[in-house]
């Protein structure tokens, strides 16, 4: 019998005797390399599933046409190159007109969009009916639909007025006496805000209106209610700038802002194509507890056919990448030298980078507490053992062992303990990490290759760890003392 085979006989038999003991052990170590392997695997594959989680809170990049360019849905599809395929979950371009509807004596804000790309960068929208699917079809905000009385399989009959729309001339030369001048502005949260002005004899402001449905109620929606706020603008000649010509209304600096910004930017239209006027059927009526309620939905071909325009205000983009991958797509692609610029939704991308900051702590917490009480546990049963063991590991070095064998054997134990409660941790870790993702984040997740070799690894160094003052207690046994008597 060979050295190796006589010393591997000499550890099972040893862990045999002591079975009860052992098993203590090697639970202790299995059941922390389960729990260590299953948070490994949970922590690995988490980032995966927060991403598709918070994809649900909506988009988390937005692309806006540059200072002075038209943005197109052809100058969208070229953008969107610079994201990889695999990453961009969905992207959904929004072109917003005043529509009226003259039945009721009612205009509205109409978003022509496209509903694909709605299912994917906001699926929080709920529709009682569906989504329009064909031209003439629209999809209604329920304070609007609760406003008029329109149910799904209702007709509205909306016509658009082309003076809403941008003039070809530039913003110097709209500003001649008498100019009705219309313009828009991106305002708080991303939102547009449009103002409508009418100049006098001497090309000063003589009205203004301007529309913030697209703005906090109790901050920016207070503008067309305050008198004081709209009077500074009243015989003030184009351009203007904020805090010298106007003051910005209190708790509303944003908004207040991109009303100026509007009015500088605003044109007149020349020779304006006549009003257009379609029937559409309404397919959905749309529920979110947010602004979009106060909106009808068109698809782009629709809004096409009506403003003559392929043009679009904004696009609203749901990426699945980390906080700075993200980062680096935008910069890419408000770097580069086509017609969009990009910005990120911090709300969802700080939130998502933090989550993920509390989840890697709470990680090394949980993982260093395990390590802790299993490194304790087995070190305990292995001081028992040592204490059982005491005479026959006087008698043996009475006999000439040495301090290294005596060594060697409990190190050995520890190991052969860690070997098995690594290989049943590694494989019970999956099985835990799954059953926590699929009833925390609802999906499954793959198995990791390395994993196992990885539990196995972690669980012999812990159980070797954990012999060290078992083994100094053992060699440190005195023959003489403890064999008196015999």
Do not use: H
């Amino acid at each position: 019998m060979t050295k190796r085979k006589m010393f591997l006989r000499m550890i099972t038999a040893s862990l045999l005797r002591r079975r009860s003991r052992m098993l203590i052990a090697l639970l202790s170590i299995g059941i922390g390399a389960t729990i260590l392997a299953g948070l490994v695997t949970i922590y690995v594959d988490v980032p995966r599933q927060m991403g598709a989680q918070f994809r649900s809170y909506g988009a988390n990049m937005l692309l806006l046409p540059r200072e002075g360019e038209t943005l197109t849905r052809a100058d969208l599809a070229e953008t969107l190159q610079a994201i990889p395929p695999e990453e961009l979950v969905g992207a959904a371009p929004y072109r917003y007109v005043r529509l009226d509807m003259t039945s009721r004596q009612q205009s509205f804000t109409a978003a022509g969009t496209d509903f694909a790309g709605i299912t994917k960068t906001s699926p929080y929208f709920s529709v009682e009916g569906t989504y329009p699917a064909r031209t003439r079809e629209l999809l209604v905000g329920k304070e609007i639909a609760d406003t008029i009385g329109v149910k799904v399989g209702s007709t509205m009959e909306l016509t658009w007025q082309p003076t809403a729309a941008a003039g070809s001339l530039s913003p110097e030369e709209s500003r001649v006496p008498g100019a009705s001048l219309s313009g828009s502005a991106e305002g708080f949260g991303g939102g547009m805000v449009y103002v409508t002005a009418v100049l006098n004899e001497e090309a000063a402001i003589d009205s203004l209106t301007v529309d913030v449905s697209t703005q906090t109620p109790e901050y920016g929606g207070r503008i067309p209610e305050d008198e004081a706020f709209l009077r500074q603008f009243v015989g003030k000649s184009l351009p203007l700038t904020l805090g010298e010509d106007v003051d910005a209304l209190s708790g509303a600096t944003v908004t207040s802002g991109a009303v100026v910004d509007a009015l500088n930017r605003a044109t007149q239209a020349v020779s304006p194509a006549k009003p257009r006027t379609v029937i559409f059927t309404v397919t959905g009526i749309l529920t979110t507890g947010g602004e979009e309620e106060g909106y009808v939905f068109l698809s782009l071909e629709d809004m096409e056919s009506m403003t003559g325009s392929d043009q679009l205000d904004v696009a609203e983009l749901s990426v699945s990448a980390g906080a700075d991958q993200l980062q680096a797509y935008a910069d890419a692609i408000t770097g580069a030298e086509g017609k969009a610029q990009a910005r990120l939704v911090k709300r969802v991308t700080r939130s998502e980078a933090s989550v993920l900051e509390k989840l890697t702590a709470l990680v090394f917490l949980v993982t260093l507490v395990v390590l802790l009480l299993t490194m304790i546990c087995v070190s305990t049963t292995m001081m028992a053992v040592v204490s059982e063991r005491r005479r026959e590991i006087g008698l043996r070095k009475a006999l000439g062992a040495s301090d290294s064998s005596i060594r060697a054997e409990f190190l050995g134990e520890g190991l052969f303990l860690g070997l098995l409660g690594g290989v049943m941790g590694g494989l019970l870790g999956f099985v835990f990490a799954q059953v926590v993702s699929v009833n925390v984040f609802g999906s499954s997740i793959t198995f990791q290759p390395l994993l196992l070799p990885a539990a196995i690894l972690v669980s012999m160094a812990i159980a070797a760890l954990s012999c060290l003052l078992p083994i100094k207690r053992a060699v440190a046994i005195d023959p003489a003392l403890v064999l008196k008597g015999e």
